[in-house]
């Protein structure tokens, strides 16, 4: 009986991760030496034994179709066994086993659209969030203006000529569910104007104590319209994250006049639009940091050693009151320790 529960399978937890690794990385798991970039997008990995591992990496998007999916699959079992992965940001791996089926695979993808690259001293396919398609916060499009900025940069996909590898995410709020300020460069949707607030539906859609307590700086407070209960919205304590949304439909956020992106840089069915803006601004901090960079600095590293001054006269960017941090909570991240000397 107490065998018969050891056996028993059960659907609790994902599988174990060895279930799914090619047989040339079972063989050799934990005996790998080094590994070096044969060309953009294509990467070696030898092992103590002599085996060697390809890796093919190649442009994906977040959002992918299932005959897109299906075609991906098809070029696995063509060319490596079947085995593919996907990478935190997007790309398409293929991992082969025998060198002679690199080129031959290169040629498949390329012919589907997808370009081969983002390795090394490069830019990588860039994170995004979930933008209109699916989320009821989002001030602006991710997936589009992803497409946007990539086609524009394109070439810092496909060769290796930065001075060190460079990461971009984009998040259409600013809850940044996709940490995009862990990135190089950061393209984030923000809302300027708090929420308007639809009180003849109010009450009949939300919960006011569940409204009031749901905004993280409380910039919410029971109120009345028309002799009926509602709620008010304390303006200057707003920052826009449409939490209250999140739980009461009867208070929008989104506005087409003034909601737009901001870019942050320096962290660790119809013709769809451009955004020239972005594009233009984006590639001038690339270009303006691979120009000045040291090798192998990253963004961050590079503002550190020039500074904040330095940094908005070379890049161009006009300093504006709203890039000095004023949020009531931004204290907690100032250097207040007891231990640190003035």
Known sequence: ?????????????????????????????????????????????VSETGAKLYTVRAGSSRLLGIDKIRKY???????????????????????????????????DLQALGHPIGGMGNSISSIVHTQGWIHCHSAATDASGIVKSVMDDLIEYFTDMKLPGKLRIALACCLNMCGAVHCSDIAILGIHRRPPRVSHDKLKAMCEIPSVVSACPTAAIKPSTYNDKPSVEVIEERCMFCANCYTVCPAMPLNDPLNDGVSIWVGGKVSNPPRWPEVVDAVRNLVEVWAKDAKPHERMGEWINRIGWPKFFRMTGIPFQKEHIDDFKHAGLTFKRSAHLTY
């Open 73 to 107: 699959a098809d070029l696995a079992d063509k060319y490596c066994g079947g085995y593919l992965r996907f990478t935190s940001r997007h790309n398409v791996e293929f991992l082969l086993s025998e060198e002679k089926n690199i080129e031959p695979l290169i040629n």
């Open 1 to 45: 009986m107490a065998e018969e529960k050891k056996k028993r399978l059960t659907d609790i937890g994902p599988p174990h991760y060895e279930k799914f690794l090619p047989p040339i990385i079972k063989e050799n798991y934990g005996k790998w030496k080094y590994h070096e970039i044969l060309k953009p997008g294509v990467m070696v990995t």
